[in-house]
């Protein structure tokens, strides 16, 4: 059965055959050889579309086809068509049909090289892509275009410097900033230095991390990493502090991490304070607090069991499974069953994704700096409850 596109194929062949007729009704009366009215090969191509010989209309339409300046936006439109199609390999023979024509305008050859270069993105062939684009970038009016098409194909291949580059010239010729985007491209490269134990270069490129605006309090969380790996426990500390006076989401990541230098520090004390005071500034940080201290099994540290057990009963769905008007007495037999819940939860929390993407709800276990969904950065943020909903589903449907 023809599909949708199908028929927008259909259509564009329609209108090249109106194209054709219109040329020879009201085109140049000089022309000798004018195509004759409802140009017959038009409507050949068409007939292949309609019953699915997309191979036949296709080689159809590049035989036949003049590309001149009344047709040429049809046969671009049918190329992007079908890219938009996933054939990306008929795409390409349409752009490089409408390249290899000796009398294309400089534009229109620009146009069919963006378009080309479109073509190598989608069909994972990054090289071409990236010659392609970073040619346009150079000079031509798709320069903007390239250099966003040039900083995502750079991002796949983690070639971190390239990008940073390509997203430098962006800021001058697009006239906005990429600070936080160009931040991330120094964090990874930070990031990927610290792994291969190059810790002084890892530190020279938070710093660059943290020249722009908006900053990015990943760059606090990669040195603390950092400062870590090298036993710099007092500049780990601050850092990690500076993460938990800010009242971030981040915490979710340092808190953890800030338990273990704490505890090994034997300063739980200064730690419970320091959480204390967190909460007493912003209530909404307790719920985080506890969601992250479940996940993560932390506890034995006041302020944190308090931020739970708070959580736990105010959870309106586990007011259907236990008493918590008893549990909230807290009396003998009613610690061990909170203990005992806190457990739980933690093992239903491990089963659900801990993290969503704020702009398109992609979600994942670990926090991703770029969603790999919609390549927006930092945009995804921690749950804040155990997602019992999802909890349910997957063990009614896992039955
Ligand atoms: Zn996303």
Known sequence: MPTESTFLLAGLFILLAIAGWALGRFGDRDEPEAPPPLNIDYLKGLNFLLNEQTDQALEHFLKMVRVDDKTIETH?????????RGEVDRAIRIHQNIIAR??????????????????????????RAENLFARLAEGSRYQVQSLEHLCRIYEQEKDWEKAIDAGHQLEQIGGRSLALQIAHYYCELAEAAAADNDYAAARSFVKKAQTGRPRTLRGALTRAHIARAMNDTSTALSLYNRIINEHTYLIAEALPEIVAIYSSEG????????????????????????????????????????????????EPTLSEFVDLERLATGLGAEQGTMEKIRR???KLAASTPRYQCQECGFSSQRL????????????????????????????????
């Not at 080309?116 to 062939?125: C, I, K, P, S, T």
């Open 76 to 84: 671009f439109a049918l190329g992007s068509l079908f890219r938009r």
């Open 102 to 127: 000796p009398d294309l305008a400089a534009d229109q050859r620009d146009q069919a090289l963006y378009s080309l270069a479109r073509d190598y993105q989608a069909a994972g062939l990054l090289d």
């Open 267 to 314: 300063k739980l004390d200064e730690l419970d304070k320091a959480i204390r005071a967190m909460i007493e500034d912003d209530e909404t940080m307790s719920t985080l607090v506890a969601y992250t201290s479940i996940i993560n099994d932390l506890g034995g540290i006041p302020a944190i069991d308090e931020a739970v057990e708070q959580y736990v009963l105010n």
């Open 344 to 346: 739980a939860l933690s």
């Open 368 to 399: 991703l700096w770029q969603c790999p969904s919609c390549r927006s950065w930092e945009t995804q943020r921690p749950a804040r409850r155990v997602q019992f909903d999802t909890v349910l589903q997957h063990s009614i449907t896992s039955r």
